[in-house]
C-alpha cells in the first residue's frame, strides 16, 4: 500500500524558515518524480514544487521561486521542502504527492505551516 | 503559464440530480507523447485531495461510474450523473502538460 506521511510543520514567525519532510512507502520511491501541493485557509489548491525521480532537475511555482528548496534522499525514500524567509501567505497545509505522467495519483494526509508572529 | 479556468465555482445540486463542472485551459493540454494531461480531483471537508479522473476521462479505481470525465484540447467537463451526498466537496481540474503545473480554482459542489 503506497503510503505518504508528511511531518516537520508547525507555527513560525515570519521570516523564519521550517524544512518539511515526506516519508514514502509501499513504493519504489527512487522509480518516480514527487511534489508538494499547498491549500491554505479559505482558497484552493497550488502546485509548489516537484522534483524528478534521480533529483536531477526540480520545478518551482512563480512564487515560491528562490525561497523553497524540493530535494530528495532516495536512500531514506523521503522528500524534503525547505522553506525560506517565509511569509503570512504561506500559510497552508502542504501535500506531498506521487507523480505519475501528466498528474499525481497518491497524496499524503497534509501539514500544517502556519506563519505568525 | 497554462491558466485554468473553472466554472461555476460554487454548485448546489439536489440529491440524485446531475451536476456538471467545465474547465478550460489558455493553452492546449496535448502533451508531446500525444496525450492530453488533465486531471480532476476531489477533495472532502478535513481530507486530503482524491484523484478521480486522468488524461481526461480515465476513471481511477474504486471511483463510481457517475463521475465521467469528457473533453479535448482545452475545453473539458466533469460530470457527476446523479448527486449523492458524499459527493459534497471541493473539484479541481489540474493541467499536467506545462511547467508549472497549474490547477483550477476549484469548485464547491454542495447539497440544496
Known amino acids: 500500500e503506497v503510503q505518504l506521511v508528511e511531518s516537520g510543520g508547525g507555527l513560525v514567525q515570519p521570516g523564519g524558515c521550517l524544512r518539511l519532510?515526506?516519508?514514502?512507502?509501499?513504493?519504489?520511491?527512487?522509480?518516480?518524480?514527487m511534489t508538494w501541493v499547498r491549500r491554505a485557509p479559505g482558497k484552493g489548491l497550488e502546485w509548489v514544487s516537484a522534483i524528478l525521480a534521480n533529483g536531477a532537475n526540480s520545478y518551482y511555482g512563480d512564487s515560491m521561486q528562490g525561497r523553497f528548496i524540493i530535494s530528495r534522499d532516495n536512500s531514506k525514500n523521503t522528500l524534503y521542502l525547505q522553506m525560506n524567509n517565509l511569509r503570512a501567505e504561506d500559510t497552508a497545509i502542504y501535500y506531498c504527492?506521487?507523480?505519475?505522467?501528466?498528474?499525481?495519483?497518491?497524496w499524503g494526509q497534509g501539514i500544517l505551516v502556519t506563519v505568525s508572529s | 503559464d497554462a491558466v485554468m479556468t473553472q466554472s461555476p465555482l460554487s454548485l448546489p445540486v439536489t440529491l440524485g440530480q446531475p451536476a456538471s463542472i467545465s474547465c478550460r485551459s489558455s493553452?492546449?493540454?496535448?502533451?508531446?507523447?500525444?496525450?492530453?494531461?488533465l486531471t480532476w480531483f476531489q477533495q472532502r471537508p478535513g481530507q486530503s485531495p482524491r484523484r478521480l479522473i486522468y488524461?481526461?476521462?480515465t476513471r481511477d479505481s474504486g471511483v463510481p461510474e457517475r463521475f465521467s470525465g469528457s473533453g479535448s484540447g482545452t475545453d473539458f467537463t466533469l460530470k457527476i450523473s446523479r448527486v449523492e451526498a458524499e459527493d459534497v466537496g471541493v473539484y479541481y481540474c489540474?493541467?499536467?502538460?506545462?511547467?508549472?503545473?497549474?490547477f483550477g480554482q476549484g469548485t464547491k459542489v454542495e447539497i440544496k
Open positions: 504527492a506521487r507523480i505519475v505522467p501528466g498528474s499525481f495519483d497518491y
Open positions: 519532510s515526506c516519508a514514502a512507502s509501499g513504493f519504489t520511491f527512487s522509480s518516480y518524480a
Open positions: 493553452q492546449s493540454l496535448v502533451y508531446s507523447d500525444g496525450n492530453t494531461y
Open positions: 489540474m493541467q499536467g502538460a506545462h511547467w508549472p503545473l497549474t
Open positions: 488524461q481526461v476521462s
